[in-house]
C-alpha cells in the first residue's frame, strides 16, 4: 500500500482510530483496459469544455486573480508554482494554490499551532472529528452542505448517491465540515498468501474451506518437520485480521455490526471469537504456526518466508511481488500467491467507497473559492488531473490503456510518490477522487488475481454502518477503548498458547469483561446506531 494512504489523516492516536473506524483495490479498472483521451465527457461537453468533464462546473471558477493557501502532509516540500499541478490549476481554474506542506511526521503538531493561533488556511486536513465539529459550530470552518448549490459534483456523490455521508460525517444538526474521498480504495489490499512453488511440489491443492487449511500446514509440516507452515509479524493485530473470516470483523473492532441481529457487539466474547481462538490453539499446538507468531519482527518473518522455514503468512498484496524480487536471484522458482481467506464466512474485508480525510475549509473571504476548487478537483477532469496529469504534456497513453510518463522513463518504478514529487499530483487530500486508470490502480499480474479472487467470488463481508458519536459517547469511547481491547489481547494469547485455557477460562473471561464496562462500551455503538437508523 501507498505511504500516502497508510498515513491518511497523519496519524491521530487512538482517539482517531476510534472515530474513523465508526467513522488495508479494484480489479483492472474498466476504463484502463483500453486507451482513452484524459476525458469521458461526451464529444460536445468537450467542445464546450477543452478540460473534460467538470461535473457542471463552469470554468474558470472566478472573475478576477485569487490566491488559495492550502495545507497538508507531505514528504514533497518543493510544491512550487512551477510545478504542472499548480501552473495547471491556476490555467484551468483561475485560482493561483500556495500548497503548504510539512512531513506527516511533524504535520499534527504544526497543525495544532496553527489552529491555536486562529489564522487557518484556506484548505487543510486532520483535525479530529470532535475538534472539527466545534470549530464548525464557532464559525471557523465552513458547513459544505451549506453551499451544495454551487458545488454540483459534491452533491451528486455525497448528498444524492450517498447521502449517508451527512449522517455519518456532520453534526447533530446535520451540518458537514469535512470534505469527503471518493472511490480511493483499492477492492483488495490484504489477506492470506501462501509459497505456491511449494504447494505444488507437494501436490497440494490451495485450500476453499478452514479444514482444508488446516490439512494443508498438516501437509507442509510432514514435508518439512523442522519448518513452521504459518508465520506473522502482526503480533496481537492477527485476531483482528483472521476475525472477517468468522464474521466479526470490523474497523471498529473488537466492536463489530452483526447484520442479523442489526446490533453492535463485543467480537472477544462472541462464540465465533471462542471457535477462532480453538483454532489458532490447534495450529499452535501441533506445531503449525510459528511460536513467534504474537511477538515476531518483520525482519524475522522475511527471512521464515523467503527462507523455506514458513510458508503461508496474512499481508499486504504488495509483498508478493516485493518477495519475489528480493529472492529471485536464489530461488527463481519462488512463487508468493494470494489465498483464499479462511473461516467460516470465507471473507475477506471490505473497503469503503467514500474515505474521509478531514479535509476542511476555513470560513474566510476565500471560503466560496475554495469550495469550487474541491468541486472541481472531484469532477472527472480535476481526478484525472490530479491522479494522472494531462495527456500530451506529461503523459501519454500506453497500448495496455495505462499511462505512461516519457520523462520518467529512466526510473525503475513510476509510483504515486514519484508523480507528486515531480508533478504535485497525488497531494494527499488534494486528490479526492482518483482515477482508476493511475498507476495506483495498475496491478501486477499476481495483485491482479487477488482482486479476480475475491470480487468475481463474492468473498467480502459486508461493511458496517459508519456511526457518528456525541461529545459525551467520546468520552466513553476513549476512556473504556484502551483497557478492553488490552485486556482482549492479553486473554487470547493466553487461550491459544497455554494448554490448560479451555471452556472454564473462556466462562471466567466473559464474567472478568463484563466487569470492565464492556456492555456500557457497546451500549455507545447501539445508541449511536439508533440515531443513524432514524436519521432520514
Request: glycine content about 6%; overall charge neutral.
Amino acid at each position: 500500500m501507498s505511504k500516502k494512504l497508510i498515513s491518511s489523516v497523519a496519524s491521530i492516536a487512538l482517539m482517531t482510530t476510534i472515530l474513523s473506524a465508526c467513522s488495508g483495490t479494484t480489479g483492472s479498472p474498466k476504463e484502463g483496459s483500453t486507451p482513452a483521451s484524459a476525458s469521458t465527457a461526451p464529444a460536445a461537453t468537450q467542445a464546450a469544455n477543452p478540460y473534460g468533464d467538470t461535473g457542471g462546473l463552469k470554468l474558470p471558477l472566478v472573475t478576477e486573480p485569487t490566491t488559495i493557501t492550502w495545507m497538508l502532509p507531505s514528504n514533497s516540500t518543493n510544491i512550487k508554482e512551477d510545478k504542472l499541478v499548480v501552473q495547471e490549476i491556476l490555467k484551468r481554474t483561475g485560482i493561483k494554490v500556495e500548497f503548504q506542506t510539512y512531513s506527516p511526521q511533524t504535520y499534527q503538531d504544526k497543525l495544532k499551532v496553527i489552529v491555536a493561533s486562529g489564522k487557518l488556511p484556506d484548505i487543510f486536513e486532520g483535525l479530529k472529528a470532535a475538534e472539527l465539529k466545534k470549530i464548525g459550530k464557532q464559525k471557523g470552518v465552513v458547513a459544505i452542505n451549506d453551499y451544495a448549490e454551487m458545488l454540483p459534483n459534491f452533491k451528486k456523490l455525497y448528498l444524492q448517491e450517498n447521502s449517508w455521508v451527512v449522517k455519518s460525517y456532520g453534526d447533530e444538526n446535520g451540518k458537514l465540515y469535512t470534505w469527503p474521498i471518493y472511490d480511493l480504495n483499492r477492492d483488495v489490499n490484504h489477506g492470506f498468501l501462501y509459497r505456491k512453488d511449494i504447494f505444488d511440489k507437494l501436490g497440494i491443492k490451495e485450500w476453499t474451506t478452514t479444514e482444508e487449511f488446516y490439512q494443508a500446514l498438516k501437509k507442509l509440516k510432514e514435508a518439512y518437520p523442522s519448518a513452521y507452515p504459518y508465520a506473522s509479524k502482526g503480533l496481537v493485530n492477527i485476531f483482528r485480521d483472521w476475525s472477517y473470516g468468522w464474521g466479526i470483523g470490523s474497523d471498529s473492532y473488537p466492536a463489530y455490526y452483526d447484520e442479523k441481529e442489526k446490533k453492535w457487539k463485543f467480537a472477544s466474547i462472541q462464540p465465533e471469537h471462542k471457535n477462532m481462538l480453538d483454532f489458532m490453539k490447534k495450529l499452535y499446538n501441533e506445531g503449525l504456526i510459528d511460536p513467534e507468531f504474537l511477538t515476531d519482527t518483520q525482519d524475522s518473518w522475511t527471512t521464515k518466508m523467503t527462507t523455506d522455514k514458513s510458508f503461508v503468512t496474512w499481508d499486504w498484496i504488495g509483498r508478493l511481488d516485493l518477495f519475489y524480487n528480493q529472492i529471485k536471484a536464489k530461488n527463481s522458482d519462488f512463487n508468493l500467491r494470494y489465498a483464499n481467506p479462511v473461516g467460516p464466512t470465507g471473507n475477506v474485508k471490505t473497503l469503503p467507497k467514500v474515505s474521509d480525510f478531514s479535509v476542511t475549509v476555513a470560513n474566510n473571504k476565500n471560503k466560496e473559492t475554495a469550495l469550487k476548487l474541491l468541486d472541481y478537483l472531484t469532477s472527472p477532469s480535476g481526478s484525472q488531473l490530479m491522479t494522472l496529469g494531462v495527456e500530451g504534456v506529461n503523459f501519454e497513453w500506453g497500448k495496455d490503456g495505462a499511462p505512461v510518463y516519457p520523462e520518467l522513463k529512466d526510473l525503475p518504478l513510476v509510483d504515486i510518490s514519484v508523480l507528486e514529487d515531480r508533478y504535485a499530483m497525488w497531494l494527499e487530500s488534494a486528490y479526492l477522487r482518483p482515477d482508476r486508470r493511475s498507476v495506483y490502480y495498475k496491478f501486477s499480474e499476481k495483485e491482479k488475481e487477488a482482486q479476480d479472487k475475491i470480487l468475481k467470488g463474492n468473498k467480502r463481508e459486508p461493511i458496517d454502518p459508519i456511526l457518528n458519536f456525541s461529545d459525551s459517547e467520546i468520552s466513553t469511547l476513549a476512556e473504556l477503548q484502551t483497557s478492553l481491547q488490552k485486556a482482549a489481547e492479553e486473554f487470547n494469547a493466553k487461550y491459544v498458547l497455554d494448554k490448560k485455557y479451555g471452556d472454564e477460562q473462556w466462562e471466567e473471561w466473559k464474567k472478568t469483561i463484563a466487569k470492565k464496562g464492556v456492555d456500557a462500551y457497546i451500549n455507545v455503538y447501539n445508541d449511536a446506531q439508533k440515531r443513524f437508523d432514524a436519521a432520514k
